[in-house]
Nanobody, 124 residues
Framework: QLVESGGALVQPGGSLTLSCAAS????????IAWFRQAPKKEREGVAC????????SYADAVKGRFTISRDNAKNTVYLQLNSLKPEDTFAYYC???????????????????WGQGTQVTVSS
């Protein structure tokens, strides 16, 4: 089971750290990705991180502003959101899968475990 936390209302230019914690699974064994979704819209991949070496990939819209990382000792993956913009307002979800082709790491359909989401609202 994946559980996200850390969503909040934040002003433009602000920062947040989202967490994705697991119970019953060892996240170090999984590729992890963060997705985001607006109501009645498709989910979009934001960032993903590999298992052994922690290789990362980002969507162009967040490159240079968001950072994905993992703390295997805490069985948690993080998404650091900096320089937030109103257009970053979404529900954010973490997802996990044991195996994937790296070029698909931001593709929603490859992931088989999902959290319930956490809301990020960027507004003044």
């Amino acid at each position: 089971q994946l559980v996200e936390s850390g969503g909040a209302l934040v002003q433009p230019g602000g920062s947040l750290t989202l967490s994705c914690a697991a119970s019953g699974d060892t996240l170090a064994d999984y590729y992890i990705a963060w997705f985001r979704q607006a109501p009645k819209k498709e989910r979009e991949g934001v960032a993903c991180i590999s298992t052994t070496y922690g290789v990362t990939s980002y969507a162009d819209a967040v490159k240079g502003r968001f950072t994905i990382s993992r703390d295997n000792a805490k069985n948690t993956v993080y998404l650091q959101l900096n320089s937030l913009k109103p257009e970053d307002t979404f529900a954010y979800y973490c997802a996990a899968v044991r195996l994937l082709q790296w070029h698909e790491c931001l593709s929603e359909w490859v992931y088989d475990r999902w959290g319930q989401g956490t809301q990020v609202t960027v507004s003044s």
